[in-house]
């Protein structure tokens, strides 16, 4: 008798990260950084230090945490599971209503130029048939 190999639901996590305006606004952004830190050495140096200091934070932080999380593993794990079935329903709901997230960034952009005034309520009014189409 032949198993039948069960896909796992993808995480909440992944699913943000692989919809089009997120993953497209993260290399925008990326992108950025990485080229003012090439054209400002000072600042560069002061971008440097403080992924120094959040790499250092972050890994005391998890040698820290790390005997409590194994002895909480099963707890833990069982709580995830549930949490992102959850979350990811809720994903599925927002996609449903936000189509604007399958857009990458560079589409999006032309449709929301009223970002610089900042002014929210206007841009949603101008905006809605493209949001929520």
Known sequence: MASVAVDPQPSVVTRVINLP?????????????????DQYPYLK????????????????AMTSALPIIQKLFV?????AAFANIYAC??????????PI???PSTQVSKYLT??????????????????TS
Do not use: H, W
């Not at 305006?21 to 830190?37: E, F, I, R």
């Not at 009223?114 to 949001?131: G, Q």
């Open 21 to 37: 305006l997120v993953s497209s606004t993260y290399d925008l952004m990326s992108s950025a950084y990485l080229s003012t830190k």
């Open 75 to 79: 707890a833990i794990d069982m709580l």
């Open 45 to 60: 140096s002061v971008c440097e230090m403080a992924e120094k200091g959040v790499k250092t934070i972050t890994s005391v």
């Open 101 to 103: 997230l399958n857009q």
């Open 114 to 131: 009223c970002f610089p005034n900042l002014d929210l309520d206007v841009c949603l009014k101008n905006n809605s048939r493209f949001l």
């Open 89 to 98: 329903k809720g994903l599925d709901r927002i996609e449903e209503r936000l």
